[in-house]
């Protein structure tokens, strides 16, 4: 909880490039509480111990368990098939935007990305989810 007594938004970062992570962690930390893993099985268990974020944004390419598959994993699960999901990626096919956004992820972002166009994607993600009023 923050100060005022309100819980911040937990929000999930899977990302194995370390320069991703401490990029995206200076961007959000200031308004969300961060946990950031370097792969999907990672990530995984992290849910699967009751860590239930209220957004997860995932690299399309981490190892163990890649964007696409943690979509597909965490989509299936009774327990965690609402969490939202922004797909990070250097792919700019968009038949991968598409297979991911079928397989249940809630945005796809091209990288390299605007901050400020993320954090715009992120409120709309949160909105459309009950999580941040207008």
Same mark, same amino acid.
Do not use: H
């Given at each position: 909880?923050?100060?005022?007594?309100?819980?911040?938004?937990?929000?999930?970062?899977?990302?194995?490039?370390?320069?991703?992570?401490? %990029? !995206?962690?200076?961007?959000? #930390? =200031?308004?969300?509480? +961060?946990?950031?893993?370097?792969? *999907?099985? /990672?990530?995984?268990?992290?849910?699967?111990?009751?860590?239930?974020?209220?957004?997860?944004?995932?690299?399309?390419?981490?190892?163990?368990?890649?964007?696409?598959?943690?979509?597909?994993?965490?989509?299936?699960?009774?327990?965690?098939?609402?969490?939202?999901?922004? %797909? !990070?990626?250097?792919?700019? #096919? =968009?038949?991968?935007? +598409?297979?991911?956004?079928?397989? *249940?992820? /809630?945005?796809?972002?091209?990288?390299?990305?605007?901050?400020?166009?993320?954090?715009?994607?992120?409120?709309?993600?949160?909105?459309?989810?009950?999580?941040?009023?207008?």
């Amino acid at each position: 909880m923050n100060l005022s007594g309100i819980r911040k938004i937990k929000i999930l970062i899977v990302e194995d490039d370390v320069f991703m992570q401490a %990029i !995206l962690e200076e961007i959000l #930390s =200031s308004t969300y509480d +961060i946990e950031t893993r370097s792969n *999907g099985m /990672d990530a995984l268990s992290f849910l699967q111990n009751g860590n239930i974020p209220d957004l997860i944004i995932a690299d399309l390419n981490t190892p163990k368990l890649n964007g696409l598959q943690l979509v597909e994993q965490v989509k299936v699960s009774d327990f965690f098939n609402s969490v939202p999901i922004i %797909i !990070l990626s250097g792919e700019e #096919s =968009s038949d991968k935007r +598409i297979q991911c956004l079928d397989t *249940g992820a /809630d945005d796809f972002i091209v990288k390299p990305f605007n901050p400020a166009e993320l954090e715009a994607r992120i409120r709309v993600v949160l909105r459309r989810m009950g999580k941040l009023s207008t």
